[in-house]
Nanobody, 126 residues
Framework: QVQLVESGGGLVQAGGSLKLSCAAS????????MAWFRQNPGKEREFVAAILFETGSPLYRDSVEGRFTISRDNAKNTLTLQLKGLIPEDTAVYYC???????????????????WGQGTQVTVSS
């Protein structure tokens, strides 16, 4: 099965930037819809961004559009989330997720994703 490993999280001051990476194995990022979700303790997992497998079109949560950029590198088989203009409300564990190959469910619904990474912590200080 597909395995996903996130990296790049850390502690950053408000207004700063981070680059999160998701290394995939056992499956191609180009063959499936990929996404980033985030979650805090006691809260529901929430959609952040997705990239559709067929067109490569990016889709974003309203609160991050214009600040975050999702992209995929098919040669390296990685998914990236570039975060800029970070605010304390962005603090969360960020998860990489993948849908089944050549399948698109409801991209913002975590229940449509079969594969998940272990998460990487992003902390934004004020």
């Amino acid at each position: 099965q597909v395995q996903l490993v996130e990296s790049g999280g850390g502690l950053v001051q408000a207004g700063g930037s981070l680059k999160l990476s998701c290394a995939a194995s056992g499956g191609a990022v180009s063959s499936r819809t990929m996404a980033w979700f985030r979650q805090n303790p006691g809260k529901e997992r929430e959609f952040v961004a997705a990239i559709l497998f067929e067109t490569g079109s990016p889709l974003y949560r309203d609160s991050v559009e214009g600040r975050f950029t999702i992209s995929r590198d098919n040669a390296k088989n990685t998914l990236t989330l570039q975060l800029k203009g970070l605010i304390p409300e962005d603090t969360a564990v960020y998860y990489c997720a993948a849908q089944p190959i050549f399948h698109m469910g409801t991209y913002y619904d975590p229940a449509t994703y079969d594969f998940w990474g272990q998460g990487t912590q992003v902390t934004v200080s004020s």
